[in-house]
């Protein structure tokens, strides 16, 4: 078994490129197409809504290659090459068939990125030291966000808005270099998907987990139920406040978003460092309450100010709530399906599942943009912010230690077989 210590540097590097990239153009794009292609909100929600279901019709079947491949550098690589070469095609055209098709491949290649970082991680670092890489993961993710933030509007004041989209690309190549700094004979792949010690010749391996075992493991339902609700009230919330700033102020727009973002990840990186160094002190569930608790208290804010500076203010909240969530969402997982083999599928499966709710996110708040005006749709998201906080503090269990055996027959019943040697990449 591997048990490398963190800090590892080349994965933090990597987190610290992937950033941006995992995301492709993020609520750039909306204001690109907003304020230069004149598209509408509506139609710009039909986008990104395409856009986010792709990426959650991908998340499962990605998270399960995965588990299964052994190859998880190179997934990396295509992915975030595949990425690079999307956001350049979409500056040629503004035809939205074309755009829609390039958001097509970011959103797939998006579903890769994270499933094979936490597998290199959870790899490398074992169930021992994996909470506080995931640490600092999430604070290198957050700081690559902050730079990529000030360089987009900086590069963007200068040059115009299609720079963003080159600086994504240049973003992508660096994490491709970066990639080939991890030592692939240090990744353990049973140990990557979630699998038990093979470290003990003399040990059995069980094998993987079916999906019957992941349907009936309740805490990991509720956890991906209560994780697609926050998400589909948060999802729509910047790009909203991008569109709002930017009526009247197209020039200024994407310097606008640009400090919301960087308010927002500065507040997330001590937030992700605090939340990997406690989280197996203080348990997960009481951290995590906090992160839904602020979701709903941003969404009414944001309905009832139209200050440029107190709409920028708020984004300290969605950097406690996402900071929270970016941490412990993988620590959480890894806690419900400890020992199943099916750490990335189940990743994937949650993700998928959030990842519904941030697309109908986007659609539902651009319909009721276009139908009842800005404070009305952030009042509708905090109201499901607030549904989900409730969900999630009477229905789900503390992970920290938890025997997920007691709650699913099938993981606590399934075979166990000799063995066998696992390819390194």
Same mark, same amino acid.
């Given at each position: 078994?591997?048990?490398?210590?963190?800090?590892?540097?080349?994965?933090?590097?990597?987190? #610290?490129?992937?950033?941006?990239?995992?995301?492709?153009?993020?609520?750039?794009?909306?204001?690109?197409?907003?304020?230069?292609?004149?598209?509408?909100?509506?139609?710009?929600?039909?986008?990104?809504?395409?856009?986010?279901?792709?990426?959650?019709?991908?998340?499962?079947?990605?998270?399960?290659?995965?588990? /299964?491949?052994?190859?998880?550098?190179?997934?990396? &690589?295509?992915?975030?090459?595949? !990425?690079?070469?999307?956001?350049?095609?979409?500056?040629?055209?503004?035809?939205?068939?074309?755009?829609?098709?390039?958001? !097509? $491949?970011?959103?797939?290649?998006?579903?890769?990125?994270?499933? *094979?970082?936490?597998?290199?991680?959870?790899?490398?670092?074992?169930?021992?030291?994996?909470?506080?890489?995931?640490?600092?993961?999430?604070?290198?993710?957050?700081?690559?966000?902050?730079?990529?933030?000030?360089?987009?509007?900086?590069?963007?004041?200068?040059?115009?808005?299609?720079?963003?989209?080159?600086?994504?690309?240049?973003?992508? &190549?660096?994490? !491709?270099?970066?990639?080939?700094?991890?030592?692939?004979?240090?990744?353990?792949?049973?140990?990557?998907?979630?699998?038990?010690?093979?470290?003990?010749?003399?040990?059995? /391996?069980?094998? /993987?987990?079916?999906?019957? *075992?992941?349907?009936?493991?309740?805490?990991?339902?509720?956890?991906?139920?209560?994780?697609?609700?926050?998400?589909?009230?948060?999802?729509?919330?910047?790009?909203?406040?991008?569109?709002?700033?930017?009526?009247?102020?197209?020039?200024?727009?994407?310097?606008?978003?640009?400090?919301?973002?960087?308010?927002?990840?500065?507040?997330?990186?001590?937030?992700?460092?605090?939340?990997?160094?406690?989280?197996?002190?203080?348990?997960?569930?009481?951290?995590?309450?906090?992160?839904?608790?602020?979701?709903?208290? /941003?969404? &009414?804010? #944001?309905? $009832?100010?139209?200050?440029?500076?107190?709409?920028?203010?708020?984004?300290?909240?969605?950097?406690?709530?996402?900071?929270?969530?970016?941490?412990?969402?993988? !620590?959480?997982?890894?806690?419900?399906?400890?020992?199943?083999?099916?750490?990335?599928?189940?990743?994937?499966? *949650?993700?998928?599942?959030?990842?519904?709710?941030?697309?109908?996110?986007?659609?539902?708040?651009?319909?009721?943009?276009? *139908?009842?005006?800005?404070?009305?749709?952030?009042?509708?998201?905090?109201?499901?912010?607030?549904?989900?906080?409730?969900?999630?503090?009477?229905?789900?269990?503390?992970?920290?230690?938890?025997? &997920?055996?007691?709650?699913?027959?099938?993981?606590?019943?399934? +075979?166990? +077989?000799?063995?066998?040697?696992?390819?390194?990449?």
């Amino acid at each position: 078994m591997s048990e490398t210590k963190p800090p590892i540097k080349p994965i933090c590097w990597l987190a #610290f490129f992937l950033a941006d990239v995992q995301n492709g153009l993020g609520p750039y794009l909306s204001i690109y197409l907003l304020a230069y292609e004149k598209w509408s909100p509506a139609t710009i929600g039909t986008v990104l809504t395409i856009l986010g279901l792709t990426t959650v019709i991908t998340q499962t079947p990605a998270g399960d290659l995965i588990d /299964r491949l052994p190859y998880k550098r190179a997934a990396i &690589i295509i992915a975030a090459a595949s !990425i690079g070469i999307a956001c350049l095609l979409m500056i040629t055209t503004g035809n939205f068939y074309l755009i829609t098709a390039f958001n !097509i $491949i970011v959103g797939a290649a998006g579903a890769i990125l994270p499933p *094979a970082v936490a597998a290199i991680t959870l790899g490398m670092t074992g169930p021992k030291f994996f909470t506080k890489q995931i640490g600092f993961n999430e604070a290198s993710n957050h700081a690559g966000n902050v730079t990529s933030a000030v360089f987009a509007a900086v590069l963007a004041y200068l040059l115009g808005p299609t720079a963003v989209f080159w600086w994504v690309t240049l973003l992508a &190549i660096l994490a !491709i270099i970066t990639t080939q700094f991890i030592n692939p004979k240090l990744i353990d792949h049973e140990q990557a998907s979630g699998g038990i010690d093979t470290s003990n010749s003399d040990a059995k /391996r069980k094998k /993987r987990a079916g999906v019957a *075992a992941l349907l009936e493991n309740k805490p990991l339902l509720t956890f991906a139920l209560c994780i697609t609700m926050f998400h589909f009230a948060n999802a729509a919330m910047l790009p909203l406040v991008g569109q709002k700033l930017s009526i009247g102020d197209n020039q200024n727009a994407i310097t606008f978003i640009s400090i919301c973002i960087i308010v927002a990840q500065l507040t997330m990186t001590p937030v992700a460092l605090i939340v990997g160094a406690k989280a197996d002190k203080w348990g997960r569930k009481p951290i995590f309450l906090l992160g839904f608790l602020v979701l709903p208290i /941003r969404g &009414i804010l #944001f309905a $009832i100010i139209d200050n440029p500076i107190g709409l920028i203010s708020i984004q300290v909240l969605d950097g406690i709530g996402a900071g929270i969530f970016g941490a412990l969402f993988l !620590i959480v997982i890894a806690d419900l399906t400890k020992g199943t083999g099916r750490y990335n599928v189940s990743q994937g499966a *949650a993700a998928a599942a959030y990842g519904t709710g941030a697309a109908l996110s986007a659609l539902f708040a651009g319909f009721i943009v276009v *139908a009842l005006g800005y404070s009305a749709a952030f009042y509708f998201l905090a109201f499901i912010a607030a549904i989900a906080f409730i969900m999630f503090l009477f229905s789900m269990p503390e992970t920290l230690n938890i025997d &997920i055996a007691k709650y699913s027959y099938s993981i606590s019943t399934f +075979e166990v +077989e000799d063995p066998e040697d696992e390819d390194n990449d």
